[in-house]
């Protein structure tokens, strides 16, 4: 199914941020529109102060790339914007070349649901550099958000571990969009399902739900309320058991229970939204036990998150399902990945390939040249480092990684270690070469990727520093750039 198409029925390509278009005619002008260039999607550091990131959003990526294109409408809204004088922003010619734009680039990606690292591209794009360009705006939308969420997912569902945990924040997400995109990342990260019933549709994500407090509130009497409920919905029975006193709503869930049995059906359990919920999960699953429900699940929602989760595991809470909603779908406590696009070649007047770096002075945000790739190594079932390096330079058979923020941080991997390169082609010259993996595939990549690394890295606070750095010969043409570009050497 067409998600995007679904949604939005219409075209996209204005996805973006103005100064693109605006780049786009001036390379388009001065003749550079053709020329090869070569660009990276990455981000500097791991969100939520965490030692990993997952990667989110290719597909929406994908679908978007196979249907760029400017349609009458676009080209027409073009014409209408001015520049500072008053004359028309775009010329004419310009926006014949948009109504005609087809992508031609190649593009080269991580999956979705690889565990990925600060300064590793997530997405390579390699063609002219006017469609280059164009394509930094709405591939930064599709993949930093979704990788954010996928990242909050999956530190959720390790703490809740091996507990399901349900993703519940439609209401309070950021619009529609970033309520779908939520629900879809969140899955991917691990959660067991949503609340959200249109991102079910459109993604094939299982549904949870059951009913509110002003469900109980319509009625006279609480368990009237919950006799009522397992009537019309025998088969999809928890109850919320907070609306007024939370353990004489257990006591009332337990009778409404065996009223339910009797019709030949079974209480699934109880949801508890406020309170002490390490205590009342306790004494709740006590009056469960002694009631006849074992079996009969306690779900928790209530403003949760990893730390509020893996603190009432350890107070012995007896929560078996967790309904995560605001700091998941929103990633409360850091709302933004810091994802960016970079050009790391361009092909020059002769037509070599010239590597590039951009300058700062923060060493985090020099920039790393070349077409990069990145290399896993894996030893004895575990991820043991991550190389960086230049897909035309090649990579030595005992490759030395240098972390560029600190050099005296090294790593040498023998040669016959297994590996995996990370950035898989999807498109070539245009055309998609990648069959895009179900959504269910993605969330399995998800946990088997976080099963091969060390406990360290996956813990919350002070995380360990996984390995990953530049391979050697790249590290020395980076220092060399940078040293040219600041009249230090040559």
């Known amino acids: 199914m067409s998600t995007l198409g679904t949604v939005y029925r219409q075209s996209l390509a204005l996805l973006t941020d103005l100064y693109q278009l605006t780049m786009a005619q001036a390379y388009w002008r001065s003749g550079l529109a053709a020329r090869r260039s070569v660009f990276h ?12 990131s997952v990667a989110c959003g290719l597909a929406q990526a994908v679908e978007y790339l196979e249907k760029l294109s400017f349609d009458d409408g676009d080209c027409t809204y073009l014409a209408t914007l001015r520049g500072a004088d008053g004359e028309p922003l775009f010329a004419d010619g310009f926006l014949k070349y948009l109504c005609a734009f087809r992508l031609t680039c190649d593009i080269d990606a991580v999956a979705e649901g690889t565990v990925v690292f600060p300064r590793e591209p997530l997405l390579r ?49 950021q619009g529609i969009d970033g309520a779908l995109s939520a629900s ?9 399902a949503t609340s959200n019933v249109l991102a079910g549709r459109l993604f094939g994500i299982p549904l949870r739900g059951t009913h509110a407090h002003s469900w109980v509130m319509a009625f006279g009497d609480e368990l009237e309320a919950f006799d009522a409920f397992a009537q019309s919905m025998p088969n999809n029975c928890v109850f919320l058991v907070d609306t007024y006193d939370t353990l004489d709503g257990v006591h009332k869930a337990v009778e409404a229970g065996k009223r339910l049995r ?31 429900f074992p079996e009969a699940r306690i779900f928790a929602s209530n403003d949760l998150d990893e730390h509020l989760i893996r603190s009432l595991k350890h107070q012995g809470a007896k929560i ?4 995560v909603g605001t700091k998941l779908a929103t990633a409360y406590d850091e709302p933004a990945l810091g994802g960016v696009y970079k050009l790391s070649a361009l092909e020059d007047s002769d037509g070599q390939l010239q590597h590039k770096v951009k300058l700062s002075e923060q060493a985090a945000k020099i920039s790393n040249p070349g077409v990069q790739q990145v290399r896993r190594f894996l030893s004895q079932g575990e991820f043991i480092g991550d190389v960086i390096f230049d897909q035309e330079m090649g990579i030595a058979h005992n490759p030395t990684i240098i972390d560029p923020m600190d050099m005296s941080r090294r790593k040498t991997f023998s040669s016959g ?3 995996e390169d990370l950035l898989v082609p999807v498109f070539r010259a245009g055309v998609r070469v990648y069959d895009v993996p179900s959504i269910r595939v993605a969330q399995r990549r998800t946990r088997a990727q976080l099963s091969c690394f060390h406990a360290g890295i996956r813990r919350f606070t002070h995380p360990h520093q996984y390995p990953v750095g530049l391979e050697e010969r790249l590290f020395q043409l980076k220092t060399q750039l940078v040293l040219e570009a600041r009249g230090l050497e040559g």
Request: with cysteine; hydrophobic share 45%; aromatic share 8%.
């Open 41 to 52: 999607l990455f981000f500097r550091e791991n969100p939520f102060g965490g030692g990993f």
């Open 125 to 173: 794009v390699s063609g002219p550099v006017l469609e280059a360009q164009l394509l930094e705006t709405p591939l930064l939308n599709l993949v930093n958000f979704q990788t954010l969420v996928a990242t909050k997912a999956a530190r959720v569902c390790q703490a809740a571990e091996p507990d399901s945990v349900l993703e519940f924040g439609l209401r309070r997400a």
């Open 262 to 292: 009797a019709r030949g059906h079974e209480m699934l359990g109880i949801r508890l939204d406020s309170g002490d919920l390490a205590y009342l999960s306790i004494e709740a699953r006590r009056i469960l036990n002694e009631g006849g």
């Open 417 to 419: 270690t297994a590996h």
């Open 184 to 192: 879809r990342a969140a899955f991917v990260g691990g959660c067991a």
């Open 320 to 323: 078996s399902v967790w309904g």
